[in-house]
């Protein structure tokens, strides 16, 4: 399936500083269709027709989640746009912010519109902070030309906290505290920022909107497989030629994207959305990258065949027990126990014993953690024990009874 | 150096729609900018002006990375550790800087004139190895490149 861009049409075609030349590629004509011409019924109906489902990683469905904020009792509304985008090995949102601000800006306009919120958020991570001029800026300009009005928009910065993607945490963090997460329910289109009703989406679910509102459901939702319409933003990285930011069609082969796309040779395995992502060895390299199968929030991270696995899968659990939040102990104390055991593996010092505890363990967090953090920490483990058990055996330490 | 009062401008500006707690973070964040980290007497006068307890502010001063209630250098050196950084080779770039700075990672020159971190993924996987230098993003780095681009730091 071919490259298409509808997220990223704009990226490189206007200049991101001069709102003129996104008015030029029919910039803001969807918020005055949504605003003039659909009630907030239709919007939420068009929405859902087009199948559009969340890319922050979950796939929740976009419309429904609109629909459950708009009929959420209370004058008081919030929209925020999550531009946390902390997942290792994804770039996507940081190329959208840079190259086309307006259609963000313009979405979340309509998705004030549509739920009845007069306040928006874009929760930018501190790593971002080099686009917060450039960002300020364009939500100045589509005020000033009067496009985006009766909707403020307001950017919040992260401080440094993997978890603040979270949706949760995420809200937390923009209430002043910890951004720690939230049991649930209530879910944020009941109970959100503040204790009202909001919507969170991520950048890239966001751009999709100002197109489907313009051109209808039936347009967007011809493209991608049964369960996922559209196209995916995918962020390559790794051992790969051509490292860099690909919009491609849902349920295109993820060979098509590494081989033939980033120029990967002797691949390993791949990584596919980020540190809880799914590990793919090599022979399943024509999977199609869809909800149904793997999808994640787009990163893409390709290993070769010289890579140690017991060591990849070291290093990202160092990472998801250093960014746990600690509010649960599943997550605080099983990601904290699961890297010394692969530490042991990493030293050649595992046993059998170990590769239980580790499945144990797994299924334990998996259950009872409160968030994706903790859920999904185990799943590099898992896979790797499934699909490259021989390297852990290799590294189990020959005693003299063994 | 820490003014007499250490609140001296953090924004006074702000009004709280919800409650004291609203603007903490971003209160927090002022000061890690003005000060280069976030001075004690700081945490107790915001508790005092925003109603919220100590170890509130305290818990919310140490959660953030980007956060530090430690004197930090004039420049803070993050280094991307992250896989995609390890795979293109960030170690030699991590090496290059102990030794043009002379410390390791989590420490801060005598002179004050840097800090030097490791951290997780800055979302700049296609160019790595990456680092940041304050706000600054710098890319595709060689030990060369990384040692040029210390010395405009001052």
Redesign the interface.
Known sequence: MPEKRIVLRNCGVIDPERITTYLDKDGFKALEKARDTMSQQQIIEEIKESGLRGRGGAGFPCGLKWELASGAPGNEKYVICNAD???????KD?YILQNDPFTLIEAMAIAGRTIGAEKGYIYL??????LLDSLKSAIDQAKETGYVRDFDIEI???????VCGEESALMD?I?????EVRYRPPFPPSSGL?GKPTIINNVETLMNIPQIILNGAAWFNQLGTERSKGTKVF?????VKK???YELVLGSPLKELVEELALAEEVKMV?IGGATGRIVPYQMIDTPLAFENILGAGAV?V?HES?DIID?VY??ME?LA??SCGKCTPCREGTEVMLEILRRFACGEGSEKDMGLLEELSSAMMLASMCGLGQAAPIPVMDSLHHFRDAYESRIKKTKWS | MIPASAKDGVSEKMTAQHNGQENLLVLLQEAQDKFGHIPEELISELSKSLDVSTSDVYGVATFYSFLSTKPQGRNVIRVCKSIPCFLRNCQPIIETIEKEIGIRPGETTSDGRFSFQLTNCIGACDKAPAMMVNDDVHVDLTPEKTSQILKAYE
Not at chain 1, 85 to 91: A, D, L, N, P, Q
Not at chain 1, 156 to 161: D, K, L, N, P, V
Request: proline share 2%; hydrophobic share 25%; no cysteine.
């Open positions: 985008e902390g997942e290792i090995g994804t770039f940081k991570r501190a790593e971002y902070r080099f919040r910065q992260g401080a440094g906290a993997y963090s209430e002043g505290k910890r951004g503040w962020s390559v990285s790794g051992d490292p860099g930011t990584q991270v290993f890579r990849i290093r990202t990472f250093e960014e």
